[in-house]
T-cell receptor, first 113, second 117 residues
């Protein structure tokens, strides 16, 4: 399987703490994207980082990419209860005429008050 | 902008019947649409990729005769689950990629929960 691995599988923190999720993948990529999914809902696109970028910020989100290690991390600072969701990384490998996303296994984040 | 809708949001059907799920891009032209399946507490698995006006490309292990995909226009793709069985019960999510909305980004629909009795 080409699916990426994420760790931890589940993470429980208190409001105000930072949450870090890691993603490892197997193939060369054009870009890596992070998505959030609330229970039973669709996906919300959070951030995209290209293969020639090493770090990117968006609000309380910070994403890093290490292509030599084929890994990425998502940091959510000052977490809020509303951040409770599953977070997925997805790699875009552009292996042919149509690039497609391969999703990681996901991290379930629980933020408690 | 870049909104994708799905209809229905949930459906319950009897075993052996067929179910059609629609995916629409509301404010952009979707040159490529993707269909994913997600089982409870698992990740999204790509089922097929469809380009407007051409046949869908199915991922390995996905039966094209069971999961019929039609992408007849730049704003609509449909997935028909034929002769559905309980093991087809899942969350089906479509996404779309198109011109003018960032070709690197896929925009996801809210999903359709299919329950086959």
């Amino acid at each position: 399987s080409q699916q990426g691995e994420e760790d931890p599988q589940a993470l429980s923190i208190q409001e105000g703490e930072n949450a870090t999720m890691n993603c490892s993948y197997k193939t060369s990529i054009n870009n890596l994207q992070w998505y959030r999914q609330n229970s039973g809902r669709g996906l919300v696109h959070l951030i995209l980082i290209r293969s020639n970028e090493r770090e990117k910020h968006s609000g309380r989100l910070r994403v890093t990419l290490d292509t030599s290690k084929k890994s990425s991390s998502l940091l959510i600072t000052a977490s809020r209860a509303a951040d409770t969701a599953s977070y997925f990384c997805a790699t875009d490998a552009n292996t042919g005429t149509a690039s497609k996303l391969t999703f990681g296994t996901g991290t379930r984040l629980q933020v408690t008050l | 902008g870049a909104v994708v809708s799905q209809h229905p949001s949930w459906v319950i059907c009897k075993s052996g019947t067929s179910v059609k799920i629609e995916c629409r891009s509301l404010d952009f032209q979707a040159t490529t649409m993707f269909w994913y399946r997600q089982f409870p507490k698992q990740s999204l698995m790509l089922m097929a990729t469809s380009n407007e006006g051409s046949k869908a490309t199915y991922e390995q292990g996905v039966e094209k005769d069971k999961f019929l995909i039609n992408h007849a226009s730049l704003t609509l793709s449909t997935l028909t689950v034929t002769s559905a069985h309980p093991e087809d019960s899942s969350f089906y999510i479509c996404s779309a990629r198109g011109a003018g909305v960032g070709t690197d980004t896929q925009y996801f629909g809210p999903g359709t929960r299919l329950t086959v009795l």
